[in-house]
């Protein structure tokens, strides 16, 4: 039974940093293009970040909001996948989760909650 696990949520002033963790159980990351999203208040689950790895190396996509603030990063060896956040602002504040990109091959984990507030 694959299990995605996210960690690393927390509360951060704005202008703050978080570094997410998605840790893998069951099955083996590196075989997936992998991505994080997130789910605000009131509002649907939006893709944030992908990761892809491909024949000719390793390529990241962001959603234009968090372009330049965030990285999203994976460790094949340890089956996790990290989000780094910098520069957080309040509209950041969601549920972050992972799962496979672009396609959701897996049962959603918890989830992390991210809260951006001073």
């Known amino acids: 039974q694959v299990q995605l696990v996210e960690s690393g949520g927390g509360l951060v002033q704005p202008g703050g940093s978080l570094r997410l963790s998605c840790a893998a159980s069951?099955?083996?990351?590196?075989?997936?293009?992998m991505g994080w999203y997130r789910q605000a208040p009131g509002k649907q689950r939006e893709p944030v970040a992908s990761f892809h790895t491909g024949s000719s190396g390793s390529t990241t996509t962001y959603v234009d909001s968090v372009k330049g603030r965030f990285t999203i990063s994976r460790d094949n060896a340890v089956n996790t996948v990290y989000l780094q956040m910098d520069s957080l602002k309040p509209e950041d504040t969601a549920v972050y989760y992972c799962?496979?990109?672009?396609?959701?091959?897996?049962?959603w984990g918890q989830g992390t909650q991210v809260t951006v507030s001073s």
């Open positions: 069951g099955t083996s990351i590196s075989i997936y293009d």
């Open positions: 799962n496979t990109w672009p396609v959701l091959l897996y049962s």
